[in-house]
């Protein structure tokens, strides 16, 4: 990470506060899959086990905060933050640091831990800035572009790996265990999150979970550099229900090129690239797509409602998740697209195409 990178990430965070009145951020990641990201983003640090905090005040030095017993679970001369913290509880000297200021906190409802929450709102103005932190770094700098290109390489070779070990009678985690050791080969470690769809539902690829002569996988990793990806494509024979959906598909994966340009609203991308499922008729169960980076699922969503207005560099992970009124026929395919001057760009190269 070159040190221009670094200034820039904080500069843009810092100018979320000012634009918020507050007098520091705290960045909270843990070891859950997915949500570390935000911490590796200000500091460097990827959290092996436990949980961290970053403290990024409006002036001076960031600190990064662990919890003590997790001093030998990370390798910590990783983080270029120089102010490293171990606490008994975290939550207490954050809220010494911080008392009779107002916090921002990103990770507020899902990642702080109670203790340390219950210390430091005792003596801080806490409000959440979820929304407000990712889209500080929704815009990619060139140098994290060039993590994302990566990650989508890695993702997309694995997609091919499982779709050459795929047929259907086959253990799912069988099909998927050559793209795992690709994964990893490749620097991903443990920053993989990848599943089969088993009817309409998101199922762990188990060996007891037998593939059909249809199968959805949704393959989502994060390279060495850290930035989260999705690539996949369904494999198969499917049923004329599902052909319906692929017609709808192929629309989107053309309305998303134009819709996804700087200036227009994240409103207006679902709009454009749902129009044609629901003018089939068909019910999405999952978001239409969403801003991804070092954390897998970040602000803004691409849905009805949000007039996030899109930017050059912006990078989003697009699926539309179609399900049929019998609730088990559904398509689920995974881009990862750059927002340019021109429209999106699909990173992976792949046809919109069941293989």
């Known amino acids: 990470m070159t040190r221009p990178e670094i200034e820039r990430r904080y500069a843009a965070v810092r100018g979320a506060m000012d634009a918020h009145d507050l007098d ?98 005792r003596k801080a103005d806490v409000v959440p800035f979820d929304v407000e932190f990712d889209l500080a770094r929704a815009v990619k700098s060139d140098e994290e572009i060039e993590s994302v290109r990566d990650s989508v390489r890695i993702n997309t070779q694995g997609f091919r790996l499982f779709a050459e070990e795929y047929a259907a009678g086959k253990p799912a985690a069988e099909v998927l265990a050559p793209a795992e050791e690709y994964f990893v080969a490749e620097g991903c470690g443990r920053l993989t999150m990848n599943m089969v769809l088993v009817g309409a539902e998101f199922a762990i690829a188990r060996s007891d979970t037998v593939l059909g002569d249809f199968c959805i996988p949704s393959l989502e990793i994060a390279g060495p550099g850290g930035h ?3 690539v996949s494509r369904a494999l198969g024979t499917p049923n004329e229900e599902v052909g319906r959906m692929l017609e709808a598909y192929e629309e989107y994966f053309e309305a998303a090129k134009s819709a996804l340009r700087p200036g227009a609203t994240a409103h207006d991308a679902h709009r454009a690239v749902s129009k044609g499922f629901t003018d089939r008729g068909y019910h999405l169960g999952h978001v239409t797509g969403h801003s991804i980076g070092m954390t897998m699922i970040e602000h803004p969503k691409i849905g009805e409602g949000i007039e996030t207005e899109l930017q050059e560099n912006m990078v989003f992970s697009m699926h539309p998740h179609v399900i049929a009124e019998n609730g088990q026929d559904c398509l689920y395919m995974q881009d990862t697209w750059l927002v340019t001057a021109g429209g999106g760009e699909p990173l992976a190269g792949l046809p919109m195409k069941l293989f």
């Open 24 to 121: 520091a951020v705290v960045v909270c990641g843990s070891e859950y899959t997915g949500f570390e990201g935000a911490v590796t983003y200000l500091s460097g640090f990827v959290i092996v086990h436990r949980y961290a905090y970053v403290l990024l005040p409006r002036e001076g030095e960031a600190s990064i905060v662990f919890p003590a017993e997790a001093r030998y679970v990370g390798e910590h001369a990783t983080s270029w933050i120089d102010d490293q913290v171990f606490a008994e509880r975290p939550g207490e000297w954050l809220a010494d640091r911080l008392a009779g200021k107002r916090a921002g906190v990103y990770g507020l409802d899902y990642v702080m831990t109670v203790r340390d929450f219950e210390a430091l709102s």
């Open 228 to 230: 989260w990806v999705e």
